[in-house]
Nanobody, 127 residues
Framework: QEQLVESGGGLVQAGGSLRLSCAAS????????MGWFRQAPGKEREFVAAISWSDSRTYYVDSVRGRFTISRDNAKNTVYLQMNSLKPEDTAVYYC????????????????????WGQGTQVTVSS
């Protein structure tokens, strides 16, 4: 059974850093684009970052570009999200997900293109 498990969330002061991990099991996702999404209280879940399977090219939503870094270690079947200079508006439940289609040529950002989801990890940034 395919499973994604996020970890690394917590409470941090504004300006601080956290590193989220997403460990996959049940299958390898080395041929899938991987993404991070987040859902703040009372808001829709939104795309945060993605990394391609082929050349590890990265994509970010404008609000986190320059502060967050997505990376992957295919040998460990794990994806990471390094979050620096955190702001209170980054407070949300963060989810990792895998593209529903393997070997896709382009990275996609719509949530419905991602078929495998973790349970989420809470990130709270205090001001």
């Amino acid at each position: 059974q395919e499973q994604l498990v996020e970890s690394g969330g917590g409470l941090v002061q504004a300006g601080g850093s956290l590193r989220l991990s997403c460990a996959a099991s049940g299958r390898t996702f080395s041929s899938s684009h991987m993404g991070w999404f987040r859902q703040a209280p009372g808001k829709e879940r939104e795309f945060v970052a993605a990394i391609s399977w082929s050349d590890s090219r990265t994509y970010y939503v404008d609000s986190v570009r320059g502060r967050f870094t997505i990376s992957r270690d295919n040998a460990k079947n794990t994806v990471y999200l390094q979050m620096n200079s955190l702001k209170p508006e980054d407070t949300a439940v963060y989810y990792c997900a895998a593209d529903r289609q393997s070997y896709r040529r382009v990275v996609v950002t719509p949530q419905n293109e991602y078929a495998y989801w973790g349970q989420g990890t809470q990130v709270t940034v205090s001001s």
